[in-house]
Structures are given as structure tokens and as C-alpha cells.
């Protein structure tokens, strides 16, 4: 689904404003998690047995992901805000080029605030004491090689390792670093509350908030004063699209990071396996429902992407499924 927003976007030039450019982004995000995120988690939920940097790199990923979605989510309002602030002046100050390079700049951002476990705040040394009394009595191949040794991160780059292959103490190996895969194994709970939930998502949580009550106050302030254009209820529905879409993200991934927030604070409480599971299930839904709401909700843009949709996709398979059965079945002119 994200694949054909983007694909709409390419194909029909009417839609290139610089809202549809963000919700691109946000596609080009989802898709992401679909193609990459998902799959990591599958793997982190199996308990494989990886070399510390390798789950490192794993559970980073998803939230970079997660935090350019939040990100664009804040650009996307900011966006909204000028449009009704500035109606005039709007065109003159906000140009796509400086729209696409402050994209750009939350990729960049996002990857800090996603990899700076990567950097050093991280649970290595509680990773390595767990599993080295399971570990130890095991046979295990080591990373005995110049990438794994001299590269502070080189070990992310190796396979899943199983304890049946070649004998090699773990106790006797210096820098082997293997242990059962999972998000709570590898990350700090303070990072995971203090810095990505607190900071990096409820900051710009409130500043959206913020943004769109002042953007529903002044359409408000329109309607009763009678004098609202067309424009203006335009630039409502889509005000009021976007807030739909922030809504959407926090339903997906607040629980998620409320659990981990009683786990840390909360020391004695017990959090049920199949209720963390759900939540995480759950924040991964939000990559099919961004689309889906802009679809629905736009009606220039949902015609368009049903159109590229049975043009491309449904009528372009049942012509493929043709043409293959004509090469099955040619037709012979018997003249």
C-alpha cells in the first residue's frame, strides 16, 4: 500500500503539492517497516542466539523508522499550521526544495536518535554476565576475524550462531559477545523511556497537539464568523486528515512505551509475554493505516490511487495472466 502511494504520487503530477511530498515520506517509512522492521522483530521474538552487535543493529533499526515517522508527523503539522497562519505568504517562504532538504534532516536525526545505542548506551556488559553461565559450557564458533576485532562494530555484520558447530570455549575468547537475542537483552530501560519515549516521542507529541489546536481555533473563529472560503474549509479537511493520522500513530505505539515505562518504573510489577507481543503488533499496524486514512479521507488523492491501482496492478496482472495463456495456448490460422 505504501508502494502505491508513492507510485500515485509519481504518476499523477497534479498531486505533487508539498503536503502529498510528506506523506510520501511518511509511505517511504511504513514501507520501510514492512520490508525490514517487521522482519527484525519476527527474528528478535525467537530468542535467537547473536553476537551482541548483530541484535544491536536489529532492534536499532525499527526505531529509526518509528522516529522519522514522528518527525515527519511534527513536519507535517508545522506544514498545516503555516498554510492557515499564512495563506498569502505561504507559497513565497515554503518551497519544496527547503521542504525536501528538511526531510533529508530527519533522516539524518532519526538515525542518531535511533544507532546512539550503537555508540555505547547500550547493555553489553549486562548481555555478556547473563549468557555467559549459559554460554560457557556450550561449544561456539568466536569471531576470529580483523572486521570483528578492529571494527567497534564489525561484529553486526556476522550470521546467527548455533552451539553445535565448532568447539571453542566462550570463557576463553576475548571479545566474544554472543547471547539470546531480544529488545529488553540489548537496550537500557532508561534509554527506552527517558530518551526515546519522554524526549524524542512525547515532545513533539505535545508540540502537534499544540499546533493543531491552534489550527482547529482560527477555522473555528472562520466558521462563526461566516467569512470561511473555499480554501479555507479545504485546508480544514486536511487539518483535521493529518490529525486523524497522529491520532492513529499514538493509538499504535503508545501502549508499547507504556509498558516499557511500568517495567522500569515499576520494578515489581509483572508484564505478561503475550501483552508485550500484542503491543508491539500492534505498533506495527501503523504502517498500513497511515496510507489507508490519506486514501480515504482525500478524495483527489483516493481517486487517483484506485485509479493507478486497477490500471497497474489489477488490469495489468489479468493482462499478464492473458498473455501467458495465449503463449500456452497459441491460436493457429487455418486459412
Not at 257 to 279: F, K, M, Q, Y
Request: net charge positive; with cysteine.
Amino acid at each position: 500500500m505504501s508502494l502505491l502511494v508513492c507510485a500515485t504520487l509519481c504518476l499523477h503530477k497534479e498531486l505533487r503539492s508539498v503536503t502529498n511530498y510528506l506523506i510520501a515520506g511518511l509511505a517511504v517509512a511504513d514501507l520501510g517497516v514492512g520490508a525490514l522492521a517487521v522482519p527484525f522483530s519476527v527474528v528478535l521474538s525467537m530468542d535467537y542466539t547473536l553476537c551482541f552487535y548483530t541484535c544491536l543493529f536489529l532492534t536499532c533499526f525499527p526505531l529509526v523508522t518509528t522516529q522519522f515517522s514522528i518527525l515527519l508527523l511534527l513536519l507535517v503539522a508545522v506544514n498545516a499550521h503555516l498554510k492557515i497562519r499564512l495563506p498569502t505568504s505561504y507559497t513565497i517562504y515554503v518551497k519544496k526544495k527547503w521542504m525536501m532538504l528538511m526531510v533529508a534532516f530527519c533522516w539524518l536525526f532519526s538515525c542518531l536518535i535511533g544507532f546512539s545505542p550503537m555508540m555505547g548506551w547500550n547493555r553489553f556488559q549486562q548481555y555478556v554476565t547473563t549468557n555467559r553461565t549459559i554460554y560457557s559450557t556450550l561449544s561456539i564458533p568466536s569471531e576470529r576475524s580483523i572486521i570483528g576485532y578492529n571494527l567497534p562494530y564489525g561484529g553486526f555484520l556476522s550470521k546467527v550462531y548455533f552451539s553445535n558447530r565448532r568447539s571453542f570455549n566462550y570463557s576463553e575468547v576475548h571479545g566474544s559477545h554472543m547471547g539470546a537475542c531480544s529488545f529488553t537483552a540489548v537496550f537500557s530501560p532508561e534509554y527506552q523511556v527517558y530518551f526515546v519515549f519522554f524526549a524524542c516521542t512525547l515532545v513533539p507529541l505535545v508540540i502537534m497537539l499544540g499546533l493543531y489546536a491552534d489550527i482547529f481555533r482560527v477555522i473555528h473563529g472562520h466558521f462563526m464568523s461566516r467569512s470561511i472560503r473555499a480554501t479555507k474549509r479545504g485546508e480544514a479537511n486536511m487539518a483535521s486528515t493529518l490529525f486523524m493520522l497522529m491520532g492513529i500513530f499514538c493509538a499504535c505505539w503508545i501502549p508499547l512505551n507504556v509498558l516499557n515505562s511500568v517495567r522500569l518504573l515499576c520494578g515489581h510489577c509483572v508484564i505478561p509475554e503475550d501483552l508485550n507481543r500484542l503491543a508491539v503488533l500492534l505498533s506495527h499496524t501503523n504502517s498500513l493505516a497511515n496510507p489507508l486514512v490519506y486514501a480515504m479521507r482525500r478524495k483527489n488523492f483516493g481517486q487517483a490511487l484506485r485509479s493507478v491501482f486497477f490500471r497497474y496492478v489489477l488490469f495489468g496482472s489479468r493482462v499478464k495472466a492473458c498473455c501467458a495463456r495465449s503463449k500456452v495456448y497459441p491460436q493457429h490460422n487455418f486459412s
